[in-house]
């Protein structure tokens, strides 16, 4: 056949199956499946919702203190997750707000945490306020990028959907219809913990996570143990516990967290 003619049939559909005899692997996809990228066609039975999506892809727990935590920020108002680096408490806690921002469950998400350095002083860093808590604020953005487009992010950014604040900010603001974290809490003090958890307004979530042994204070200045303990009696709040085993990172990470 001239290459023409093959073009032509290319073009326009035409298709002798003989062409391909004993080739199994090409085969013509039949048309009367009714097959819709949607999954709704006449053999729709799964509809596609289970396929992971791009950006909204749904959270999967992937150990069991990580299901614990999404189960406890399902149910209650108010969530503590305390544990060691990489097991996944701020991706969490972000992932579970931005699922309730999109699913229209909270009007605005507040993400906020203490600017306070690890072993660094920022005061010597140029630009303003803005500029200065730019690199503590930074992991968040990761966070929230990793869940929507960072266009989208501005977006929302812009239309105050979400907002990302040192905690210094929060004081004298009630937060209704909101989805609050409060991230690296270990470095807040009792008394500014408490002045974070009773902003908590109505059909608001608030989500406090941080590593009680990872504080940048002093022992006896971080307040996120001695809260948690007092909280963990109370029955409406859940505090969730994760360990080592819960290392979602390397497992590298784990076994240094081992060792140091």
């Not at 603001?173 to 908590?200: G, P, W």
Request: with cysteine; glycine share 10%.
């Amino acid at each position: 056949m001239s290459k023409r003619a093959l073009k032509r049939q290319l073009r326009e559909g035409a298709f002798d199956a003989g062409q391909f005899e004993g080739d199994d692997k090409v085969r013509r996809l039949p048309i009367d499946r009714g097959w819709s990228p949607l999954g709704h066609g006449h053999h729709g039975h799964h509809s596609n919702d289970d396929r992971e999506q791009g950006y909204l892809k749904t959270i999967k727990a992937k150990s069991p203190g990580q299901e614990e935590l999404i189960k406890a920020i399902d149910e209650k108002n108010l969530v503590m997750a305390l544990g060691p680096a990489g097991t996944g408490k701020t991706y969490l806690a972000i992932a579970k707000a931005v699922e309730a921002l999109e699913s229209g469950r909270v009007g605005r998400i507040v993400l906020s945490r203490p600017a306070v350095e690890a072993g660094e002083s920022i005061g010597f860093l140029p630009g303003d306020a803005e500029d200065k808590l730019a690199p503590y604020l930074r992991p968040l953005y990761d966070a929230l990028s990793d869940r929507l487009s960072m266009k989208r992010v501005r977006a929302l950014m812009a239309e105050g959907a979400i907002e990302i604040a040192p905690v210094g900010f929060m004081r004298g603001r009630t937060l209704n219809n909101a989805f609050v974290v409060i991230d690296e809490a270990q470095n807040c003090t009792y008394v500014q913990l408490k002045m974070l958890l009773t902003r908590l307004g109505w059909h608001s979530t608030m989500v406090v996570t941080g590593d009680p042994n990872q504080s940048d204070l002093l022992p006896e200045i971080s307040g996120l143990a001695s809260v948690a303990a007092r909280l963990e009696e109370v029955g409406n709040i859940s505090v969730v516990r994760l360990a080592d085993r819960d290392i979602v990172r390397h497992p590298l990470v784990a076994e240094m967290l081992g060792v140091l």
